[in-house]
C-alpha cells in the first residue's frame, strides 16, 4: 500500500500536483506543509479559541444563532451528529463565515458573522487567519487543476464568494457521562470541496482506507491535513475521494485532556453547479446529476442536524 502524501506548498505546483492528486484518489487525504500560514497568527488564534471555549456556558450560549442551522456564531456541545449515526459528537464549535458587503448578492444565503464582544482582538484575528485559509487553498486547488488537465485557474471563479466556513473545535475532557458509544467525532465525509485541517498533530483523527482500515493522519506541527469533500468528490465522478474520517477518543491520559483543532471548509460559490467534468466520466459511467452548491449543502445539512 503506498503512502499518504505529504508535500510542500512551497515547492512548483506543477513538480506537487500529480503526487497531490495520486494522494487524494486513493486516500482522500494529505499532508500539507510550508502552507504559508504565519505560524504567530496560528498560535494566537489558538490561544483566543480556548479563552472562548473557557467562558461560561450562559456565555457562549448567548451566541447561538436561532435557526441558523450552526452556521455562524456557537454550537453547544452534543448538538450536531453525523450522518446515520445513532449518538451525538463530543464536541462544541464555533464558525466564521465569509463578511459580505452589504447588499451583496449572495447575502441572503450568507448570514453575518457573529463575534464575541469578550474577547479582545478576535474578529481581527479570526477575519486574517480565515483570508490565509483562502490563499492556502487556492494554491491547493491550483495544484488540483493541474492534475486533472484543467487551466490552473479554472477553481478560482468556482469558489470566489463561496460559502466556506471556518470551524474552531472543542473537544472536551471526556466524562464517565459520556453517552455509550459517542466520539468526539463520529465517521462522516465532508461536505463542502476541500477541507484544510489545523490542530490534527493531536492524535485522534483517522482515515477509512479502500480496505476497509482505520488509519491515523498525522500531521507535522503546523502542517496542515487536507482532504477532498464530497462536492469536489461530485465534480470529478469520485476520481477524487471523499474519504470517511472520524476522530476517535483518546486513551489513558489524553482522554483527560481538552482537543482543539481549526478545520476551514473550502466551499464553491453557492450558484455553482456541480457538474461532472468530462474528463472524469468514461463510457458507461453513470453520473450524478447537475445540482448547485447551495441545494447540495442544504440537502446534506439536514442530513446531519443542522439544518
Excluded at 486574517?128 to 492534475?147: P, Q, S, T, V
Excluded at 483517522?206 to 469533500?229: D, R
Amino acid at each position: 500500500m503506498s503512502e499518504l502524501a505529504s508535500i510542500s506548498l512551497a515547492r512548483p505546483l506543477p513538480e506537487i500536483s500529480d503526487e497531490l492528486g495520486r494522494s487524494f484518489a486513493e486516500f482522500g487525504f494529505a499532508i500539507v506543509r510550508d502552507h504559508g500560514i504565519p505560524q504567530d497568527l496560528i498560535d494566537r488564534a489558538e490561544a483566543m479559541a480556548k479563552a472562548f471555549f473557557a467562558l461560561p456556558e450562559e456565555v457562549k450560549r448567548s451566541y447561538i444563532v436561532a435557526g441558523g442551522g450552526g452556521a455562524r456564531g456557537y454550537t453547544p456541545f452534543g448538538k450536531e451528529i453525523a450522518k446515520d449515526a445513532l449518538v451525538h459528537d463530543l464536541k462544541e464549535f464555533w464558525h466564521v463565515g465569509r463578511s459580505l458587503p452589504a447588499g451583496h448578492a449572495l447575502a441572503d444565503v450568507m448570514a453575518p458573522n457573529l463575534w464575541p464582544a469578550e474577547i479582545d482582538g478576535f474578529r481581527e484575528t479570526f477575519e486574517a487567519l480565515y483570508r490565509e485559509f483562502e490563499i492556502a487553498g487556492d494554491r491547493i486547488l491550483r495544484a488540483i487543476a493541474l492534475h486533472l488537465n484543467l487551466p490552473e485557474d479554472w477553481f478560482a471563479s468556482t469558489v470566489e464568494d463561496g460559502n466556506s466556513v471556518m470551524r474552531l473545535l472543542h473537544y472536551p475532557p471526556l466524562g464517565d457521562d459520556a453517552p455509550a458509544g459517542a466520539v468526539r467525532a463520529a465517521a462522516h465525509g465532508d461536505i463542502n470541496t476541500i477541507t484544510l485541517l489545523l490542530g490534527a498533530e493531536e492524535a485522534g483523527l483517522e482515515l477509512l482506507n479502500t480496505q476497509g482500515e482505520w488509519v491515523p493522519v498525522s500531521p507535522p506541527k503546523g502542517a496542515l491535513a487536507v482532504n477532498v469533500g464530497d462536492m469536489l468528490d461530485r465534480l470529478t465522478n469520485s476520481r477524487l475521494r471523499s474519504t470517511t474520517h472520524r476522530v476517535v477518543n483518546p486513551a489513558g491520559e489524553r482522554a483527560r485532556h481538552s482537543r482543539y483543532s481549526m478545520p476551514f471548509f473550502l466551499h464553491f460559490r453557492p450558484d455553482f453547479m456541480i457538474e461532472p467534468l468530462p474528463q472524469c466520466v468514461a463510457a458507461g459511467d453513470t453520473p450524478p446529476e447537475p445540482i448547485s452548491a447551495h441545494e447540495f449543502l442544504q440537502q446534506r445539512l439536514r442530513e446531519i442536524g443542522l439544518a
